[in-house]
């Protein structure tokens, strides 16, 4: 199994940038965003399941929107009106995630 991330960046507060992954090697029910801030514990972001029911932390909700597409075993993840507290590295896994399925993440830093 492969969960691989990217698409992260430098952006401006109020700017917008689209993560994706790229999953592999499995069937995936329910597929989640995490992200981890320097010296804080890994947390939730939002998931999907394969026929499209959404879940986002309340931090997020209205900003972030979390998509998939089944055929190309991708689920990506549309964030706008971003935030310096949204500086994380974000990663992608299953939800409830699985230790060995994380990956190396993809670095958002959100600073003018």
């Known amino acids: 199994v492969q969960l691989q991330a990217s698409g992260g960046g430098l952006v401006q507060p109020g700017g917008s940038l689209r993560l994706s992954c790229a999953a592999s090697g499995g069937f995936f029910y329910k597929l989640g965003w995490y992200r981890q801030a320097p010296g804080k514990q890994r947390e939730f972001v939002a998931s999907?399941?394969?026929?499209?029911?959404?879940i986002y932390t309340r931090s997020v909700k209205g900003r972030f929107a979390i998509s998939r597409d089944n055929t190309k075993n991708t689920v990506n993840l549309q964030m706008n009106s971003l935030k310096p507290e949204d500086t994380a590295v974000y990663y992608c896994?299953?939800?409830?995630?699985?230790?060995?399925?994380w990956g190396q993440g993809t670095q958002v830093t959100v600073s003018s």
């Open positions: 896994n299953q939800d409830p995630p699985v230790k060995y399925y």
């Open positions: 999907i399941t394969n026929d499209g029911s959404t």
